[in-house]
């Protein structure tokens, strides 16, 4: 009984190096092998023998490293032995050894490349000739260490579905001859704001969950949060990652007060501001110091962690600064035009200057196409409604947000707001 214990600690504390280190691993290998879909090969054949053997063995001093040396030997053999390598074999497989007779310490010979490994799959996994369901799903897979069964599970779909996405994805690279390589000043700023919205996008679904039954996947926060952070490390100087870091920092203090005990959603206003992590808070506001150092106040992330921050600093949701929120959703706009900003505008604007005002910009946007079938427009609108004491019309509001939201949690928030309009 005590070995099959030991045995399972062992491989609780495999996944968890796994986790840690498979991106550093897959990245190293990619460098080596140039192929994608064989650097991950490799990797899980090294995480199968640690499998095998670190519960006989121990975990090693350096997991990481042995990790590693296990995929490169692995590599040497795949070299020696497979015909299509032929002309390669020999070359390459002397390479390596000369490299394991060099550096016998492996820990130096992750870490030599290490940053620029990892900026290189970074941008190869969020590469804008992928779409962006692809984006996320390989992202996830090869930065966030995620199984596709746990990516599927994270998104409501089949394991299947997810693999035949990252399989797509992996062929879709291969066949653009995507290199493995940061891209070039011209190529580079276009390029970060897609791996940005990948992390981004991964981040929202951990927040507000689009459907199932859970109002947040606190899971995908936390990958998004932990890539965020390793993209700051790798291009410092970036100030939007900061803005993006920023924004993901401060979103994620909430999560505690953000729901129930029995999983129910708490809206912002009806918060528990004491439960909001200070810590998260002190980094995020740090984050957005940095963006600000940096000149990116004019950017999409920074500036709503500029917003993210008004609610942060505020000690009560009374003493909260809704013009300067609404001014900020204002500079959002111009920057990063769409009509769900204008939405976001509105809420600000009737906070600030009074219901009828936010009533006047959400009717202006009811038939806009991007937002028909967008629940939040009748939630919104609602809410306006009824702090116009126009208590049926928010109530015939709340039951159509109700009616077409795809999240369990969010639709029973609905229909109780639906049923407080009706008692107003």
Known sequence: MIAVVETAETHRAIEAVWRIESARLIA???????????????????LVAALEQWPRSGIPDNPGAWLMTTAKRRAIDHFRHTAIAAQKHEALGRDFIDRE????DMAAAIDDNIGDDLLRLVFIACHPVLTAEARVALTLRLLGGLTTDEIARAYLSSEPTIAQRIVRAKRTLSESRVPFEVPRRAEFTARLSSVLQVIYLI???GYSATAGDDWMRPALCEEALRLGRILVELVPKEAEVHGLVALMEIQASRAKARVNPSGEPILLLDQDRTRWDRLLIGRGLAALKRAEQLGAMRGTYSIQAAIAACHAVAATADETEWSRIAALYGDLAEVSPSPIVELNRAVAVGMAYGPAAGLELVDALRDHPALQG?????SVRGDL????????????????????????????LLLERSRAAKEG
């Open 203 to 205: 981040f929202n679904e």
């Open 385 to 412: 409604l009824k702090n116009l004491g126009r208590f049926n019309e928010a109530r015939a509001e709340f039951e159509n947000a109700a009616a077409i939201t795809q999240n369990a949690r969010e639709r029973n």
């Open 101 to 104: 007779n060099t550096v016998p």
């Open 374 to 378: 967008y629940h939040l427009l009748p």
């Open 28 to 46: 190293g290998l990619t460098r080596i092998v140039r192929d994608l879909d064989q650097a991950e090969e490799l990797a899980q054949d090294a």
